[in-house]
């Protein structure tokens, strides 16, 4: 069995992506992982906000550097699709370079960059959303999603400013709002689109519910990161996405 060490880029507010990542990974039949995090000051979701929390990556990557980190996850979606079209590809390339240069091959994924990832990986071209976000940031997701070639069909932000209070949002809410939404049209539902939002134990009911395939940032998240290490992306009890093993990229 076969052993990878996981480095986690998160928000100093964000609780849950450290423990929904862990968990997910932990289902793996064939190899083990430990997680190594560093963290960047963010605590309210603000443009200012992360502009600001954008600006700490490089201490963040080096520190993650030292522990000789297999694969990256850069855990704040917003941060980066608030920075505009194509940022995630800048971000990881950024990384890569910088990892390059202390002569490590780590893996890089980003969890914005996860997320059009595993969507175009199922060919899931059309989706709905599920966000925590207020309005502005939530249609600056929206749009970002959608200059990747992936169709919005309809969407809802819970409008919760204050990140400890996303961590906090409970699995009903969240539900209630995915019931809300106008899914005839979708492919899937990418039910929190937000690593802080919690959503893991309600996605194989809402999926049996509404009768489509259920992601969040954090299944596509480790969607992407087992890929990048070449290992199976069949986990149990994590949706559809993570229901049948789908080819390894190098």
Not at 171 to 187: F, H, N, T, Y
Request: overall charge negative.
């Amino acid at each position: 069995m076969s052993h990878h060490r996981i480095g986690m880029i998160v928000p100093s507010s964000n609780v849950t992506v450290e423990t929904e990542i862990p968990a997910l990974l932990a289902r793996h039949p064939n190899a083990t992982f430990s997680f190594h995090g560093s963290r960047m000051r963010m605590a309210k979701v603000t443009p200012e906000e992360l502009v600001a929390m954008n600006a700490q990556r490089e201490r963040c990557v080096d520190e993650l550097a030292d522990a000789g980190v297999d694969a990256l996850l850069y855990a704040c979606l917003v941060a980066v699709m608030a920075q505009g079209p194509g940022e995630h590809r800048r971000v990881e390339a950024a990384v890569a370079e910088q990892f390059a240069g202390r002569g490590l091959p780590a893996s890089l994924v980003s969890s914005a960059g996860a997320l059009v990832d595993a969507l175009a990986a199922k060919s899931w071209g059309r989706v709905a959303l599920v966000m925590p976000y207020m309005k502005p940031l939530a249609q600056q997701v929206v749009a970002y999603l959608e200059a990747e070639g992936i169709e919005i069909v309809d969407w809802a932000a819970l409008e919760v400013g204050d990140n400890t209070e996303v961590g906090c949002i409970p699995g009903g809410r969240v539900v209630e709002a995915a019931r809300g939404l106008d899914l005839s049209r979708a492919d899937a539902l990418v039910v929190s689109c937000c690593v802080q939002m919690p959503s893991l134990p309600i996605i194989p009911a809402v999926e049996a519910e509404l009768g489509l395939p259920v992601l969040s940032a954090a299944t596509a998240g480790a969607f992407c990161l087992l890929r990048s290490l070449g290992l199976s992306t069949e986990l149990p009890d994590a949706g559809s996405l993570l229901a049948s093993p789908v080819g390894a990229v190098r």
